[in-house]
């Protein structure tokens, strides 16, 4: 074993800023630890998300007077994590009209963020998907000549 290997891990907790002072965080556990190769790369908590997308549909639950009901799917410790996976999910999936889709985010309890789907076909607008699709590749090639500007624009100092 090396001086690497040997390495004992800290693990640290806690905060003392903001909301969060005085209280301990759940959701990170701060670490230091040797692991040589990197595990193979997981897309479990996508396919968590997906399955419990898949089964708003196959339920589609409905409001007392008859509309899409918002349905809870994940519960977060972190407000920036059920954020992001909303956001993950808005650009997955694309605005409501184009695969009858909507995310929203939503305190739950004291220090718990809910994640929420609703799910609504009928909002469902004919090449609303497409439209989403062209916008986020012409997002991402603008991105990329940015990229590549602010590349060359470095190496010609």
Do not use: C
Not at 78 to 95: K, Y
């Amino acid at each position: 074993m090396t001086d690497v290997q040997d390495m004992e891990k800290e693990e640290v907790e806690g905060s003392t800023n903001g909301d969060n002072a005085g209280r301990t965080i759940r959701d990170v556990d701060y670490t230091v630890e040797v692991w040589g190769d990197l595990p193979e790369s997981s897309t479990e908590r996508q396919k968590r998300h997906e399955t419990s997308l898949v089964q708003v549909i196959e339920k589609r639950p409905l409001t007392s007077d008859g509309r899409p009901a918002w349905v809870l799917i994940a519960k977060y410790n972190d407000n920036g994590a059920s954020t992001a996976a909303a956001a993950v999910l808005r650009r997955r999936h694309g605005p409501p009209e184009a695969r009858g889709w909507e995310f929203a985010v939503r305190k739950i309890a004291p220090g718990k963020k809910g994640l929420f789907a609703k799910y609504d076909p009928d909002g469902i607008v004919k090449g609303a998907f497409e439209k989403h699709e062209k916008a986020l590749a012409e997002k991402n090639a603008e991105l990329k000549e940015r990229a590549a500007t602010k590349k060359s624009a470095k190496s010609s100092k």
